[in-house]
């Protein structure tokens, strides 16, 4: 190792090239001397050249810098320079800056005015699958407590709404009803009536073959009234008033109006979730019947473009394949699912985080419980009008 004499670290380096050396003006001072270049693309000499000059000199207490013969420099030397501040705050040396160019100064007081905060960085760890499987089971069982805690405070809700004592806005409550129902109008038209037009194609392919074409009415007729009328309004609902309800109760979450409100002693439930599930609930059935009417249309579409029925006897036909039955069913699907809907987007929104990013979650997460609750009810009302023979 060198002595108190001064010692060029890169002496072979070409010149104009980025050189460290040291000396010792004092048993306890090391004197860190930059020459050249120190610039991106340049050989920078690495700072742990300065730690073996410390750990050599057991007596330094103090690091000073001469920058005399520098002749650029950019963030490759304010790179060294900070990993050298590092290794001599663990070693308690004491830094002095005077040597060094102002601007290198100016940005090290930056670098090192806000300290990086503990825990900042966050390594990526995976956890053992027993531990994953663990805390999913404890996150669903929170998330079903709070599902069945919700449905018992909506239900309260409306306990007070019809005893005239919930607390919400009269207008609100009109402004989701247009929300909810006729502005919801023309997407339904167009999705029920292209599904109407889906079943009379499908089974006017197979009807063909046996001569049975007229019977094309009473397979949409009923398939649209009985059930999908209802689960494709129900799905149209889910993707457009409950991900708007989860994404405006989110927002309000967010931007911590819930909270005021619950500082002002209105309840939540009552105030918010309230009118969207009445909203909801009762414009859902209209809709139903109204997406029942447009499939029908759509297969009388190709019923009498495709399979030259009369008008007259399609409709004929549709009417006697119908009755009361089939409506009602519909009907309570439809009711089934706007209940769905309403609580899923709501329950969503008031668990959003506080962040925009946690809305949009909310939101995602709004439509896809919503969807998955449809198709679980479709196939426990399917099962349990099985049962009872209707």
Request: glycine share 10%; charged share 15%; with cysteine.
């Amino acid at each position: 190792m060198p002595d108190n004499s001064q010692l060029n670290i890169a002496g072979e380096e070409s010149p104009g090239s980025c050189e460290i050396y040291y000396d010792h003006p004092s048993d306890d001072t090391l004197l860190v001397g930059l020459k050249g270049k120190w610039i991106i693309g340049e050989k920078i000499p690495a700072a742990d050249d300065v730690q073996q000059q410390i750990n050599y000199h057991r007596s330094i207490r103090q690091i000073a810098f001469d920058t005399a013969q520098l002749s650029g420099w950019d963030s490759a030397l304010l790179t060294f320079l900070i990993k050298v501040v590092e290794q001599t705050q663990q070693n308690k040396i004491e830094i002095h800056e005077g040597g060094l160019p102002q601007g290198v100064k100016s940005l090290l007081h930056l670098a090192s005015a806000v300290p990086e905060r503990k825990g900042a960085r966050k390594e990526t760890v995976r956890e053992p699958i027993l531990a994953r499987i663990g805390n999913y089971a404890l996150d669903t069982g929170r998330s079903a407590v709070e599902f069945v805690n919700f449905i018992g405070a909506a239900f309260l809700a409306l306990l007070k709404f019809f005893v005239g004592k919930a607390r919400f806005q009269r207008s609100d409550l009109m402004l989701f009803i247009q929300q909810t129902g006729a502005e919801a109008l023309p997407i339904v038209t167009l999705i029920s009536v292209l599904v109407g037009l889906i079943f009379a194609f499908i089974g006017a392919v197979q009807l063909m073959m046996f001569g049975a074409q007229i019977y094309v009415a009473d397979l949409v007729g009923i398939a649209m009234v009985r059930v999908m009328g209802a689960v494709m309004t129900g799905v149209i609902m889910a993707g457009r008033t409950g991900a708007a309800f989860a994404a405006q109760i989110g927002t309000m979450q967010v931007n911590e109006e819930i909270d005021a409100l619950q500082t002002l002693g209105i309840s939540a439930m009552e105030f918010l979730v309230l009118p969207r599930m009445l909203a909801l609930v009762l414009m859902m059935p209209l809709l139903c019947l109204y997406s029942d009417l447009m499939g029908i249309l759509g297969g009388m579409i190709v019923g009498v473009g495709m399979l030259d029925i009369d008008v007259e006897l399609y409709l004929n036909q549709t009417q006697k394949a119908l009755n009361l039955t089939h409506i009602g069913i519909g009907i309570v699907h439809s009711i089934v699912f706007g209940i769905l809907v309403a609580l899923a987007g709501c329950l969503r929104g008031l668990q959003c985080g506080r962040s925009a990013s946690a809305v949009g979650q909310a939101t995602t997460s709004a439509v896809v419980t919503s969807i998955v609750a449809i198709v679980v009810a479709t196939a426990i009302i399917t099962v349990v009008c099985n049962v009872m023979g209707i």
